[in-house]
């Protein structure tokens, strides 16, 4: 089971940590994604890391402003957000799969964290 957190309200150029926890199981043999969906949109990929952390993968909107990062000793996949804009307001969902290829296809990550949200003023 995951748990997100981290979420609030930032200004816009601000900085937020996303965490994602597993309660049960461990994380370290799972790629990790980060997707999220603002209102009336669909959930998008924001970030991917491999089980390992040697291989991450970014969408065009989050490249060179967020950071995917892991830390298995503790069970525990980060998103860094810096240089936030309002358009990057939404529900943010941490998801995990088996370790295999790194995706960024929403329905190929079967466990989902219950989403924390980042509210963006301009």
């Known amino acids: 089971q995951l748990q997100a957190s981290g979420g609030g309200l930032v200004q816009a150029g601000g900085s937020l940590r996303l965490s994602c926890a597993a309660s049960?199981?461990?994380?370290?043999?799972?790629?990790m994604g980060w997707f999220r969906q603002a209102p009336g949109k669909e959930r998008e990929f924001v970030a991917g890391?491999?089980?390992?952390?040697?291989?991450?993968e970014y969408s065009d909107s989050a490249k060179g402003r967020f950071t995917i990062s892991r830390d298995n000793a503790k069970n525990t996949a980060f998103l860094m957000l810096t240089n936030l804009r309002p358009e990057d307001t939404a529900v943010y969902y941490c998801?995990?799969?088996?370790?295999?290829?790194?995706?960024?296809?929403?329905?190929?990550?079967?466990?989902w964290g219950q989403g924390t949200l980042v509210t963006v003023s301009s």
């Open positions: 998801a995990a799969r088996n370790a295999i290829r790194l995706t960024t296809t929403r329905d190929t990550y079967p466990w």
């Open positions: 049960r199981g461990t994380l370290s043999n799972k790629n």
């Open positions: 890391i491999k089980y390992n952390g040697v291989e991450s």
